[in-house]
């Protein structure tokens, strides 16, 4: 007699295949394609084992601003940058309006950029984040005047668009502008952004703030995609009765985005899994690692809260250590807190880590594969990774303004 076990599991079988589901076994994991043609890729074990087949050197090649810059500072308190096909880099310093382009060694090559009405090319009322926009061409929107300016690796303004401006959105205080910005411009020229609501209502004392992702046509109409989101966040007393938002909540989630070919990829930290989607919004596919969440224990919340207390400033340190004491902590830590697709197409999704402390990031194959981890240095916002290079910025609190370089090792295949 068929035992009962194998009996349920052929008919569940037999069922599913009615449905269009398929199961493929490997190394990693079953890998699913159900009937609504969403594939899922399920990862144990990456395929690397414990070896690290890709090394980012611990010592930055290169370093830009900071206490020890050879040419200039940036105000930006977090400036973002864009690496060019020729290995220039350009970095967009908010404060100043303008984009600062340095060779491959770090030397200043020139300026562009000031602050204006936008009346003429290269003026900015706000400078938002710096994409790429293929191998020799840098963007970025300034969401106040509704402009989209792109520049050659020369600095030279290559196209200069006005787009559809943000609604006007109400509070309880009236009402404001929606905030606009871009994320990533796909490989047939297409840009895709986010809107959200910049008014925060300092009554209360957890925000789960989201957002609106949006595709971009070439006329510079913004089309709605779909809700995501985009940060949970804490706000505290600054201690004169005015709310101060702290940027997230201590183990608080962010949504995270990242571009690659015609689609674009989106995890939202609480599972270890990321959604690859069409630039319409389509679930294309979901990839996963069987792991479950880290818990949030009090050994945690104490080593969280004594580096942020010793690294913030000295006249707001109470002020935080009161908030530490009271804010409820969530139940588990964030699951990936960084994302990004390299030069080669692998996909780096950062699992969350202390300050103060290098980050192991998973690195996923084109279709999703698990192959291992790489360890980053700490306490850096990731902006790019090419073939050989790791380019990113410090990201700590009182800390200086750098944008930082360093070297990629990968293994042969």
């Known amino acids: 007699m068929m035992r009962r076990e194998y009996r349920c599991a052929l008919v569940g079988a037999v069922w599913l295949a009615s449905l269009g589901v398929t199961f493929t076994a490997s190394a990693q994991g079953p890998r699913v394609r159900d009937s609504?043609?969403?594939?899922?890729?399920?990862?144990?074990?990456?395929?690397?084992?414990?070896?690290?087949?890709?090394?980012?050197?611990?010592?930055?090649?290169?370093?830009?601003?900071?206490?020890?810059?050879?040419?200039?500072?940036?105000?930006?308190?977090k400036p973002t940058a864009a690496r060019l096909g020729n290995g220039d880099v350009a970095v967009v310093d908010q404060a100043r309006f303008r984009i600062s382009w340095f060779d491959s060694t770090g030397k200043l090559l020139r300026h562009t950029g000031a602050r204006g009405p936008g009346e003429t090319a290269g003026q900015f009322n706000y400078m938002g984040r710096i994409i790429p926009v293929g191998k020799d061409a840098v963007a970025l929107y300034d969401g106040a005047l509704a402009r989209y300016t792109e520049f050659d690796r020369k600095g030279v303004v290559r196209?200069?668009?006005?787009?559809?401006?943000?609604?006007?959105?109400?509070?309880?205080?009236?009402?404001?502008?929606?905030?606009?910005?871009?994320?990533g411009s796909l490989t047939d020229g297409r840009l895709i952004g986010y809107q959200f609501d910049n008014w925060r209502d300092g009554r209360q004392q957890l925000v789960t703030e989201s957002l609106t992702v949006m595709a971009v046509s070439s006329s510079g109409k913004w089309t709605r995609i779909m809700p995501a989101l985009r940060q949970e966040y804490s706000i505290v007393n600054d201690g004169i009765g005015r709310p101060s938002a702290m940027d997230v909540r201590p183990f608080g989630r962010v949504g995270l985005f990242a571009v690659r070919g015609s689609d674009w990829l989106y995890a939202d930290g609480?599972?270890?899994?990321?959604?690859?989607?069409?630039?319409?919004?389509?679930?294309?596919?979901?990839?996963?690692?069987?792991?479950?969440?880290?818990?949030?224990?009090?050994?945690?919340?104490?080593?969280?809260?004594?580096?942020?207390?010793?690294?913030?400033?000295?006249?707001?340190r109470s002020v935080f250590a009161k908030a530490f004491r009271t804010l409820p902590y969530p139940a588990n830590r964030p699951a990936f807190a960084g994302l990004i697709v390299d030069a080669a197409g692998l996909i780096w999704a950062k699992n969350w880590a202390f300050d103060g402390e290098p980050a192991l990031w998973e690195v996923f194959d084109p279709d999703g594969v698990l192959l291992g981890q790489v360890e980053v240095p700490a306490d850096l916002d990731v902006l790019e990774i090419g073939r050989d290079y790791l380019l990113a910025r410090v990201d700590k609190l009182n800390s200086e303004n750098e944008v930082r370089i360093y070297r990629l090792k990968r293994a042969p295949p």
């Open 36 to 77: 609504a043609g969403v594939r899922i890729v399920e990862n144990v074990r990456g395929s690397w084992g414990d070896t690290r087949r890709i090394v980012v050197e611990p010592i930055p090649s290169l370093v830009l601003g900071g206490p020890g810059a050879r040419e200039e500072k940036f105000l930006d308190v």
């Open 159 to 183: 196209r200069w668009d006005h787009f559809n401006p943000a609604p006007y959105l109400p509070h309880p205080m009236g009402k404001g502008r929606a905030f606009r910005d871009l994320f």
């Open 270 to 316: 609480q599972r270890y899994e990321v959604e690859v989607r069409s630039l319409d919004g389509a679930l294309r596919k979901i990839i996963r690692i069987r792991r479950s969440p880290i818990p949030v224990a009090g050994a945690d919340i104490s080593r969280f809260t004594a580096v942020r207390l010793a690294r913030t400033d000295t006249i707001v």
